[in-house]
């Protein structure tokens, strides 16, 4: 019996293989697909081009399938409305009734909230960030229009077998020290290219006790070292947050413990300092203290990657009863209606308010440079996302450093790249 | 798909995003002809304006990295793009062109702006016919390279539906 990792299992079952090798071609099954705002349209089209053609006319299975708006909502360019006016259109007559519009929040938020995500499925989205399905234990990767529409034609799509990678994490860091500088921190040593076409599975004890929001902020940002897909074996938290959001059955993989991995990396975060990936690419980090006092015009909290209510929480308990730096556009958008409705019953939101942060509905906010605030030409943004890219946020001659909410706060505050000086708890 | 690629180049060097390539504020449009007045504009400015049919992006490692746009590669295609050889491709936008019929070709070739590079993809042999020197491309997979002879996943999927040698989940 060939010894197999999580996402080699969970490939073989979704081929109906017994087992599967590394750079083998498999059709998988696929148990769900989401497209949001952006690629709705480009895939209903090609799926009518298929479906003009002799295809399908109507959707594998419409239960299957989850429509997101969190790109441009609500619409800011009469594009955008045309988009989801397609959208919206095509989701009625083919009976997809799993279409969120009305910044219910980010599609990689909502999906585990509303319980579409459980362990061991094939979940496939057209958005990079769909591998941060992992968290739970599914395979997750993403894909464009022309492949998702074959996966609405036919509910099936191929996969090589990635080649894995094992990165083990273990310590407890301390003072201002999250998920997010861990993730940065080994995207810094293992580089932006360093994972391309593979699997990456997180292990160690950092990863088996951090709550589901850490463990998604890790596997979010997977894909920024190119890697396939990242997964983790479900932790007690991460079921619970499953079963608390779906009475249906799932199957949870684990990895033979003598499977095999091309690379093994191991990472002690005990000693860790906050993480700034500085720009223009996201391997580019450096510790906090080496970019301090980075003059800076907007900061933002939020996002797929940071915009959870763990996030928000920290970045008040930062604030306090301080205000934003007058030269500072401090934008906050949750990542989700959930998320936004607690913060705001705990009274984060109110803080956010009151320092003369500019809080905007949940959605991915600015963070692709499309909507609710973008950067002039020479403007500099800290933020809590996942890219920082040229140009990513606005013109092409602007710059994003990328960093946990703890320090995105003490930045606005500031008006410069600054490091929280009060004590935090064990930030995992 | 034609056998032998001949055409102008571009060169670009590592990490190439998608954000360069077709930046996301121009995403919402169905015309091919807007995304492909923004191509590249966040790398080099003139390259929309200057790209002619038939010209052929050389680049370094990690070409296409960040988003699953499938606009990033139609809109290179759609500018005139007929080929793009790279040291190694982020995979979501590897797999977007091939989709697409677009040949992505994996090779480490020295080349200069305007130098006339020529792709055998059958023999897998890269020339560069203005500086005399050759190279070789790391060989698509069976099936990848069965998808961009059809001219992409769609025709190749609707060929097999007709012949009968697969199911039609419809």
Redesign the interface.
Same mark, same amino acid.
């Given at each position: 019996m060939v010894k197999m990792n999580m996402t080699e299992k969970i490939l073989a079952e979704a081929a109906g293989l017994r087992e599967v090798t590394p750079g083998e071609i498999i059709e998988a099954r696929v148990d769900l697909a989401m497209t949001h705002d952006g690629t709705s349209p480009p895939t209903i089209r090609t799926f009518r081009d298929i479906a003009s053609r002799g295809g399908p006319a109507r959707v594998w299975d419409p239960e299957r399938i989850v429509m997101v708006f969190d790109h441009n909502v609500p619409a800011n360019t009469i594009g955008a409305a045309e988009f989801q006016r397609v959208t919206r259109e095509f989701a009625r007559e083919q009976g997809i009734v799993n279409i969120f519009q009305n910044a219910a929040g980010i599609c990689h938020q909502v999906l585990p909230e509303r319980g579409f995500v459980r362990p061991g499925m094939v979940i496939v989205g057209a958005d990079s960030h769909t591998c941060t399905y992992g968290a739970f234990g599914a395979f997750a990767t993403g894909m464009g229009a022309t492949d998702m529409a074959m996966v609405f034609a036919t509910g099936k799509t191929w996969f090589m077998v990635p080649e894995a990678m094992r990165i083990e994490v273990t310590g407890e860091p301390e003072g201002h020290v999250y998920a997010k500088d861990v993730i940065l921190h080994i995207i810094g040593e293992i580089g932006v290219d360093g994972a391309t076409y593979r699997s990456v599975e997180f292990t160690g004890d950092t990863i088996e006790s951090m709550d589901v929001s850490g463990r998604m902020t890790i596997c979010n940002m997977a894909v920024e070292m190119g890697a396939k897909n990242g997964i983790m074996e479900p932790n007690r938290q991460t079921l619970d947050y499953v079963r608390a959001r779906t009475g249906r059955e799932f199957r949870v993989y684990s990895s033979d413990e003598d499977s095999q991995y091309l690379e093994d990396h191991h990472f002690d975060v005990s000693d860790l300092e906050p993480q700034v990936a500085c720009p223009d690419d996201v391997d580019n980090v450096y510790p906090v203290h080496r970019v301090e006092g980075t003059h800076i015009d907007e900061a933002f909290l939020g996002s797929c990657t940071n915009g959870r209510y763990e996030d928000l929480k920290i970045a008040a308990e930062v604030i306090g009863d301080r205000r934003v730096h007058e030269d500072v556009r401090f934008i906050v958008s949750p990542a989700s209606r959930e998320i936004y409705l607690k913060a705001l019953e705990d009274g984060i939101i109110e803080t956010f308010i009151r320092a003369g942060a500019i809080v905007c509905n949940p959605g991915c906010g600015p963070c692709l440079g499309a909507h609710m605030g973008v950067l002039a030409p020479g403007e500099v943004s800290i933020a809590t996302t996942n890219r920082n890219f040229r140009g990513r946020m606005g013109d092409p001659a602007s710059s994003v450093y990328l960093a946990n909410p703890a320090v995105v706060a003490e930045s606005a505050i500031e008006g410069v790249i600054s490091a929280p000086q009060q004590e935090a708890g064990n930030g995992c | 798909m034609e056998g032998i690629i001949r055409g102008r180049v571009w060169r670009f060097g590592d *990490?190439v $995003?998608t $954000?360069?390539i077709i930046? !996301?504020?121009y995403?919402?449009?169905?015309s091919l002809d807007e995304l492909a007045s923004h191509v590249m504009?966040?790398a080099r400015?003139e390259f929309a304006s200057q790209v002619r049919k038939g010209d052929i992006i050389v680049a370094g490692? *990690?070409f296409g990295? !960040? %988003? %699953?746009?499938?606009?990033a590669p139609v809109a290179l295609k759609h500018a005139g793009v007929v080929a793009i050889i790279a040291e %190694?491709f982020?995979? @979501?936008f590897y797999? *977007?062109a091939i *989709? @697409?019929g677009l040949p992505v070709i994996m090779a480490k070739v020295d080349a200069d702006d305007g130098d006339e590079v020529s792709i055998d993809l059958r023999s897998g042999q890269i020339r560069n016919l203005t500086a005399g020197s050759e190279y070789r491309m790391k060989p698509f997979?069976d099936?990848m390279l069965s998808i961009l002879e059809d001219g992409?996943?769609?025709n190749h999927?609707?060929k097999t539906? $007709?012949t009968g040698i697969s199911g $039609?989940?419809?």
């Amino acid at each position: 019996m060939v010894k197999m990792n999580m996402t080699e299992k969970i490939l073989a079952e979704a081929a109906g293989l017994r087992e599967v090798t590394p750079g083998e071609i498999i059709e998988a099954r696929v148990d769900l697909a989401m497209t949001h705002d952006g690629t709705s349209p480009p895939t209903i089209r090609t799926f009518r081009d298929i479906a003009s053609r002799g295809g399908p006319a109507r959707v594998w299975d419409p239960e299957r399938i989850v429509m997101v708006f969190d790109h441009n909502v609500p619409a800011n360019t009469i594009g955008a409305a045309e988009f989801q006016r397609v959208t919206r259109e095509f989701a009625r007559e083919q009976g997809i009734v799993n279409i969120f519009q009305n910044a219910a929040g980010i599609c990689h938020q909502v999906l585990p909230e509303r319980g579409f995500v459980r362990p061991g499925m094939v979940i496939v989205g057209a958005d990079s960030h769909t591998c941060t399905y992992g968290a739970f234990g599914a395979f997750a990767t993403g894909m464009g229009a022309t492949d998702m529409a074959m996966v609405f034609a036919t509910g099936k799509t191929w996969f090589m077998v990635p080649e894995a990678m094992r990165i083990e994490v273990t310590g407890e860091p301390e003072g201002h020290v999250y998920a997010k500088d861990v993730i940065l921190h080994i995207i810094g040593e293992i580089g932006v290219d360093g994972a391309t076409y593979r699997s990456v599975e997180f292990t160690g004890d950092t990863i088996e006790s951090m709550d589901v929001s850490g463990r998604m902020t890790i596997c979010n940002m997977a894909v920024e070292m190119g890697a396939k897909n990242g997964i983790m074996e479900p932790n007690r938290q991460t079921l619970d947050y499953v079963r608390a959001r779906t009475g249906r059955e799932f199957r949870v993989y684990s990895s033979d413990e003598d499977s095999q991995y091309l690379e093994d990396h191991h990472f002690d975060v005990s000693d860790l300092e906050p993480q700034v990936a500085c720009p223009d690419d996201v391997d580019n980090v450096y510790p906090v203290h080496r970019v301090e006092g980075t003059h800076i015009d907007e900061a933002f909290l939020g996002s797929c990657t940071n915009g959870r209510y763990e996030d928000l929480k920290i970045a008040a308990e930062v604030i306090g009863d301080r205000r934003v730096h007058e030269d500072v556009r401090f934008i906050v958008s949750p990542a989700s209606r959930e998320i936004y409705l607690k913060a705001l019953e705990d009274g984060i939101i109110e803080t956010f308010i009151r320092a003369g942060a500019i809080v905007c509905n949940p959605g991915c906010g600015p963070c692709l440079g499309a909507h609710m605030g973008v950067l002039a030409p020479g403007e500099v943004s800290i933020a809590t996302t996942n890219r920082n890219f040229r140009g990513r946020m606005g013109d092409p001659a602007s710059s994003v450093y990328l960093a946990n909410p703890a320090v995105v706060a003490e930045s606005a505050i500031e008006g410069v790249i600054s490091a929280p000086q009060q004590e935090a708890g064990n930030g995992c | 798909m034609e056998g032998i690629i001949r055409g102008r180049v571009w060169r670009f060097g590592d *990490n190439v $995003d998608t $954000d360069m390539i077709i930046p !996301g504020r121009y995403l919402r449009t169905f015309s091919l002809d807007e995304l492909a007045s923004h191509v590249m504009e966040g790398a080099r400015p003139e390259f929309a304006s200057q790209v002619r049919k038939g010209d052929i992006i050389v680049a370094g490692r *990690n070409f296409g990295c !960040g %988003s %699953s746009r499938e606009q990033a590669p139609v809109a290179l295609k759609h500018a005139g793009v007929v080929a793009i050889i790279a040291e %190694s491709f982020a995979r @979501i936008f590897y797999r *977007n062109a091939i *989709n @697409i019929g677009l040949p992505v070709i994996m090779a480490k070739v020295d080349a200069d702006d305007g130098d006339e590079v020529s792709i055998d993809l059958r023999s897998g042999q890269i020339r560069n016919l203005t500086a005399g020197s050759e190279y070789r491309m790391k060989p698509f997979n069976d099936y990848m390279l069965s998808i961009l002879e059809d001219g992409g996943l769609v025709n190749h999927y609707l060929k097999t539906i $007709d012949t009968g040698i697969s199911g $039609d989940e419809g």
